[in-house]
Structure formats: C-alpha cells, structure tokens
Nanobody, 119 residues
Framework: QVQLVESGGGLVQAGDSLRLSCAAS????VGWFRQRPGREREFVAA???????KYHANSVRGRFTISRDSAKTVYLSMNNLKPEDTAVYYC?????????????????WGQGTQVTVSS
C-alpha cells in the first residue's frame, strides 16, 4: 500500500503563489488532480517515474509546474493563482507512465489539501 501525504495548501490572495508537496512512501509516476466546488475531479498535472516527462492541463499551463526530487516527493508550484483555482488538490500514484492525464491509471490517492484563493 502506497501512502501519499499532501501539504502546502492554504488561503492566499489572487496573484499569489503556493507550492504543494506530495510525500510518497514509494516512487511512482504521480499526478495532481483537483476538485473545485460543485465540480468533478479534474486533472491538473502529472510527472513520470523518472521525471523526464511532465504534463499540465491547459487551464494551468504557464502558471503551474510539476516537479520531483531525487527521492519520493513531488511538487506542484502554483503561480499567479486565481479564484477559480480554489479546490481540494489531490496527489495520486500510478504504477505506469501511460495515460497520466486520466484518473483511471492511478491506484493510490492522498487525502487532499485545500487551496483557497480570494479575489
């Protein structure tokens, strides 16, 4: 069982930055998803096992960046935050590097961290 723990969420103002962390018990491909109020969970960003390939949703490209360290932690750097970025952010681990922009490859999910952006 892979354990995932997200941290770094909080309340910020529009235009501010935050960095979310996802500490995993094992090294996997990792994705970030978010669930905005009243909406379904959606893909935000993903990174392959080696870190060589990264994927970002159109809605966050240019503002958010996914990265990982040499061990088991994955980060989501979020700049120029907007009120519509308000959501619970989840990280998830996938056993393969395929279809990382979909939810179905992910076998393990964290509990989520709240990000609230005020206008």
């Amino acid at each position: 069982q892979v354990q995932l723990v997200e941290s770094g969420g909080g309340l910020v103002q529009a235009g501010d930055s935050l960095r979310l962390s996802c500490a995993a018990s094992e090294r996997y491909a990792v994705g970030w998803f978010r669930q905005r109020p009243g909406r379904e969970r959606e893909f935000v960003a993903a990174i392959t096992y080696s870190g060589a390939n990264k994927y970002h949703a159109n809605s966050v490209r240019g503002r958010f960046t996914i990265s990982r360290d040499s061990a088991k932690t994955v980060y989501l750097s979020m700049n120029n935050l907007k009120p519509e970025d308000t959501a619970v952010y989840y990280c998830a681990a996938a056993p393969s590097n395929r279809n990382l922009d979909s939810a179905w490859p992910y076998a393990y999910w964290g509990q989520g961290t709240q990000v609230t952006v005020s206008s």
